[in-house]
């Protein structure tokens, strides 16, 4: 099957900690048909593995489109992927180590298959479907439980030496900083990352805290995201500006550091928190010109993102190997 421009479909799948989104994509880049599954870590790799592919073989029944029409399978996954064997190194949210999830797709359907990590992905798809492939230096910088990134190199997604690279979220700001999941102090994403913020906030009001941030939870922990964290800041509430000014700081000074090294044409945000947040960016934006260099900013352009949740599973339909 083709689609109006002759060019043949895709398919890109997205694997996520909570969920699974398989979805079909025509010759322009719009998903025309997509369905998700809850991720079952629990059954391990082979279980995991054949709920997939039952999820892909259930989107193309249902867009009526058969396997070998296909051009090209992608798939988008948190984690390092080996640069030549294309296996998963580790993916921490799945408890994955060396897997062919790549060459396993590739034999159940018999059709090409790429597989990439979900931040160089999601980058991939808003330079080209977002900004349409044509500024040549782009970062992207995902903010969501943690934080993810890509780059965009020469007009080419920069993977670096060892297939690893662009771990935007494990640059360090502050080597005495707070504690990281990945074990090392002071990383971007354990001073921006949306699950480090709210979990201050969280330990502060189990510890007696009340504030205008207690009332806008009605007392409830488990309503306290950073949308709501935003909002209390803005009402003033001491926990939470004190919480979110340093967020603002540590996000302005990480971007800074960035633009400075890469001279990207354009930083594109996404993520949850961006997405869940009203100021963020351009309160980041104010820092950020304070910050960064004269020459690095001229020409600069801020972007948040444009496919939302697609982004990764329409770019690793995509990216060539
Ligand atoms: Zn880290």
Redesign the pocket.
């Known amino acids: 099957m083709v689609n109006s421009e002759g060019n043949r479909m895709r398919v890109g799948i997205d694997i996520g900690g909570t969920k699974i989104v398989a979805g079909v994509v025509g010759g322009d880049g719009v998903v025309v048909h997509s369905k998700r599954i809850a991720t079952q870590t629990e059954k391990g790799y082979d279980g995991v593995k054949e709920d997939i592919i039952r999820l892909v073989r259930t989107v193309l029944d249902e867009a009526h489109i058969a396997a070998r029409a296909v051009e090209q399978i992608g798939i988008a996954t948190a984690g390092q992927i080996e640069k030549v064997s294309k296996k998963i190194l580790f993916s921490p949210n799945m408890g994955w180590r060396n897997v062919p999830l790549k060459d396993d797709i590739e034999n159940a359907f018999g059709v090409k298959t790429c597989i990439e990590n979900d931040a160089n992905a999601a980058t991939y798809g808003e330079w080209k479907f977002g900004l349409k492939g044509v500024p040549q230096d782009v970062l992207g910088i995902f903010i969501g439980t943690g934080i993810g990134g890509g780059l965009i190199l020469d007009g080419k997604l920069y993977r670096g030496f060892s297939n690893v690279g662009a771990e935007v ?2 640059t360090i700001l502050n080597p005495y900083g707070y504690r ?3 074990g ?1 102090n002071g ?1 971007f ?2 001073y921006c990352g949306g699950a480090y913020i709210v979990e201050r906030v969280k330990k502060k009001i189990e510890e007696g805290y009340r504030g205008k941030i207690f009332d806008l939870i009605g007392g409830d922990i488990g309503h306290l995201h950073t949308g709501i964290i935003e909002e209390a800041y803005l009402l003033g509430d001491d926990l939470c500006v004190h919480v979110w000014q340093e967020v603002i700081e540590y996000l302005g000074a990480g971007v800074a550091s960035l633009v400075n090294l890469l001279n990207p044409q354009i930083v594109v945000f996404g993520g949850g928190v961006i997405y869940g947040t009203k100021y963020l960016i351009d309160e980041m934006n104010v820092v950020l010109k304070k910050r960064a260099m004269d020459a690095s900013l001229k020409g600069l352009e801020i972007k948040k993102a444009t496919l939302g949740e697609n982004a990764a599973l329409l770019g690793v339909s995509y990216i060539e190997e």
């Open positions: 979220g494990h990281c999941n990945c090392n990383c994403e354990a």
